[in-house]
């Protein structure tokens, strides 16, 4: 069974920062994507970031320049730095492992507010 548990989320200012952190456990394939999804009030979950176990990346449009996706492969673990924050990016976040499924954590709430 395979298990996702996030941390890192709360309030900031706009312009400020937030680093997320997702550790899998269970049965990890050594060749997988990790990534984090978004969902805000009213609005479909969007992709954020992905990472692949080789390296490859995706970023959504909205967020590129100001988030960093990077994952420590022992840990099982991977992490989303988000800078230069925007009350647009104010939302729950999702961690995802796609292995032979996609499995989603629980989700940590992301708020961005003077």
């Known amino acids: 069974q395979v298990q996702l548990v996030e941390s890192g989320g709360g309030l900031v200012q706009p312009g400020g920062s937030l680093r997320l952190s997702c550790a899998a456990s269970?049965?990890?394939?050594?060749?997988?994507?990790m990534g984090w999804y978004r969902q805000a009030p009213g609005k479909q979950r969007e992709l954020v970031a992905l990472?692949?176990?080789?390296?490859?990346?995706n970023y959504a449009d909205s967020v590129k320049g100001r988030f960093t996706i990077s994952r420590d492969n022992a840990k099982n673990t991977v992490y989303l730095q988000m800078d230069s924050l925007k009350p647009e990016d104010t939302a729950v976040y999702y961690c995802?492992?796609?292995?032979?499924?996609?499995?989603w954590g629980q989700g940590t709430q992301v708020t961005v507010s003077s």
């Open positions: 995802m492992l796609r292995i032979n499924k996609v499995y």
């Open positions: 990472l692949a176990s080789g390296g490859n990346t």
């Open positions: 269970g049965t990890i394939f050594s060749i997988n994507v």
